[in-house]
């Protein structure tokens, strides 16, 4: 049995027009396989809007829960921009203009543009640590196992690259993807027979619709090679008893793999 | 004054696949848009894993603090779809066989296909209410103020089309664009004072970056015509006194419309 080093993770995505609809978020599936590939499992992610006691509620439900805790949004200069001081306010501390801040800004801005709302994207609750922005200078910061990070994805990522280094990664959950033509409802009894059988691993089961034909992905995640191993092969020995062919590929509906799906189709079958 | 009904929503994503990053939610963007059409004020949406404690805290919470509460994800046949049991458990009441939905398979499954994995998509709690689904058969439910849907995009729309009719709409909140090529940090100071003489409406203010310029888009919403008017024509006069042309448009950067953004570039200028 593999001991199991066992980090977590949640992720705060601030912005009403991320509730609105206006916006699409790109920065959790981003996040979600980042994280997944460092050993720390993500467990939450919430949606918020810009209202500050929601905001400083689910900073502190999230830092007490979890390992780390990663905001995207609302650092800009404009006065809906309040993620700063919220997070000043969930750690009970003041907020300060931070000097490096000021001089990261000063390269980038020229002195008769670096007015007062700009300046404020300087500023960070007292203890906080700059992250470092190479795209546009403005930077997050960290409050001891909370990171903030800008909303826009390009920034967001650059900021993260830059922070992981700093993250202590657990032990890496492996994933084993088999799929075959066979429907979900086909593979469904044996398959919870399987997951019994390996009570540490999760057995997930995913349809999907390709080629004018129902199947499903019969994914195993678990930190045991052996066990991935093991449950991969009885997964396989299941699909061809029912007379489907595995492949060891993670087959999705090809209109998965876009975020357009209106003419998408699945059934259980 | 607009007399306001305030209408609120949540929405809880149900899936290890979307937390592992296996798979990207494309749900969450869909509901958003069609609630806000429909005057209800999406306040809060949560990705959670397929862990039953937390999905029964999650709707429980959720429940009691909004008027509705939207859930996709864990209804399929196999073993890791708790979704039911976990709203049965959430109100307390057992679960039962639904005849209706087995009538509904029945139309659909051939009867050596319907085995046990298949009838327990059958399975609703005591007092809930079929949500139709008219591409696959297997139906969601609706216990109260929670509607439980499918995770597969297709199915959770056409779902939802079949129950929105059913929503109590609330007062529909308006909104007006006006973007021009001035960065966010110059307008700042005035759209905060704009802000400031509208109390009752949200502008949001946001980046874009576009044939090699930076810009931003300031999005008034409220329910009131008149603040919508006279606050979206403030946002053009300051515009124009800072030296920019509003343009009535929703601008944003021409690859934040995909959601591959790893070329997206922008700053806050």
Chains 1, 2 share one sequence.
């Not at 809007?49 to 200069?77: H, L, M, Q, S």
């Not at 203890?127 to 990171?147: D, T, Y």
Request: proline share 5%.
């Amino acid at each position: 049995m593999t001991e199991v080093k066992n980090v977590t993770a949640a992720v705060l995505i601030i912005g009403n027009e991320v509730l609105s609809g206006r916006t699409r978020d790109a920065n959790l599936n981003w996040m979600a396989r980042r994280l997944t590939d460092m050993g720390i499992r993500l467990m939450e992610a919430r949606v918020i809007p810009d209202v500050e006691e929601v905001i400083v509620a689910a900073i502190n439900e999230a830092r007490a829960k979890y390992d780390y805790v990663f905001t995207t949004g609302g650092i800009g200069p404009t006065h809906d921009d309040i993620t700063a001081a919220c997070v000043a306010k969930a750690f009970g501390v003041g907020i300060e203009r931070h000097p490096e801040a000021v001089k990261l800004l000063q390269t980038y801005i020229p002195a008769d543009r670096l007015n007062e709302a700009r300046l404020k994207m300087a500023d960070v609750p007292i203890g906080g640590e700059l992250i470092q922005n190479p795209v546009s200078k403005a930077p997050g910061f960290r409050m001891e196992n909370v990171f903030v990070m800008a909303g826009v994805p390009s920034i967001m990522r650059v900021m993260f690259d830059g922070l992981a280094p700093y993250l202590q990664g657990g032990t890496r959950v492996l994933s084993q993807a088999v799929a075959s033509y066979l429907p979900e409802g086909t593979v469904a009894e044996g398959l919870g027979q399987i997951q019994e059988r390996y009570p540490d691993a999760d057995i997930g089961s995913y349809p999907f619709y390709r080629d004018g034909k129902f199947g499903c992905t019969l994914v195993t995640r678990t930190a045991d090679e052996a066990d991935l191993a093991a449950a991969a092969a009885e997964i396989r020995a299941l699909i061809t008893s029912l007379g489907g062919e595995p492949l060891d590929q993670d087959l999705v509906s090809p209109d998965a793999e876009d975020d357009e799906e209106d003419d998408f189709k699945t059934g259980d079958g």
